[in-house]
Nanobody, 121 residues
Framework: QVQLVESGGGLVQPGGSLRLSCAAS????????MGWYRQAPGKQRELVAT???????NYAGSVKGRFTISRDNAKNTVYLQMNNLKPEDTAVYYC???????????????WGQGTQVTVSS
């Protein structure tokens, strides 16, 4: 089994900062990429940021310059530093990992349970 455990969500005022963490554990051979997605009420889940095991990063336009994704490959952990938060960043944030569990086998997506981020005064 593979588990993705997120932490770091909460309530913050506009302009504030939060740092999300997500640790992957279980039978893992290789993680190709990890990332964060978010889903606001009444909206579809959308990409926030991803990072490959080589360090290539991709950001949604709405968070560029405010959010930074990083990764510790040795710990199978991905982080999302969120600065200058806005009310429109309010959503449930989900961790994602694109990985292969065994040396011979399929490559699949795994998801965390989600962590709530609320930006409000």
């Amino acid at each position: 089994q593979v588990q993705l455990v997120e932490s770091g969500g909460g309530l913050v005022q506009p302009g504030g900062s939060l740092r999300l963490s997500c640790a992957a554990s279980g039978n893992i051979f290789i993680i190709y990429s990890m990332g964060w997605y978010r889903q606001a009420p009444g909206k579809q889940r959308e990409l926030v940021a991803t990072i490959t095991n080589g360090g290539d990063r991709n950001y949604a336009g709405s968070v560029k310059g405010r959010f930074t994704i990083s990764r510790d490959n040795a710990k199978n952990t991905v982080y999302l530093q969120m600065n200058n938060l806005k009310p429109e960043d309010t959503a449930v944030y989900y961790c994602n990992a694109d990985l292969q569990r065994f040396a011979v086998g399929a490559r699949n997506d795994y998801w965390g349970q989600g962590t709530q981020v609320t930006v409000s005064s």
